[in-house]
């Protein structure tokens, strides 16, 4: 039964994030929950403070952002969910102007539960993938082919 709840709490922290209605974070979140990704500029923070400042961050860069739980994975207090994230970049993203175009990744994170809350998590997403198709980085089909 705790593995159902916490899976629902995984979900749950998506559906906030695409609402951009926050209220629910302090329900979902550790107070000094710790959120590692490699492309994450606010791992100073934790907790409720950090999923603000990067809800609002991804918000602001993608104003109609939507994702799809895809698969989730529960054993003990650990959840792994496959999500699909997509939006289109109308706002600022990692200091470049918006470009206006589609984009869809996939998200694989990994939380660790405690208390009924989120205590941790972990992501891995297609940074790249995603800077591709909004046009930030020359895709690979651009790439010049050997000689």
């Known amino acids: 039964m705790a593995e159902d709840q916490n899976k629902a709490v995984s979900r749950r922290i998506w559906e906030v994030f695409a609402s951009g209605n ?3 974070l302090d329900e979902l979140v550790a107070p000094d929950a710790a959120y590692h990704d490699t492309q994450d500029p606010f791992g100073d923070q934790r907790g409720v403070q950090h999923m603000t400042s990067l809800i609002n961050m991804y918000r602001t860069s993608f104003s109609d952002m939507r994702f799809d739980v895809k698969l989730q994975v529960a054993e003990g207090d650990y959840v792994c969910s496959l999500i699909e994230a997509q939006g289109d970049n109308t706002g600022e993203i990692m200091g470049r102007p918006a470009t206006g175009r589609h984009a869809r990744v996939m998200i694989t994170i990994t939380d660790r539960h405690a208390d009924g809350k989120i205590a941790e998590s972990w992501a891995t997403w297609d940074t790249l993938g995603m800077l ?11 790439a010049q082919q050997p000689a």
């Open 22 to 24: 926050l209220d629910e």
């Open 132 to 142: 591709q198709q909004l046009g930030l980085v020359p895709s690979s089909a651009g």
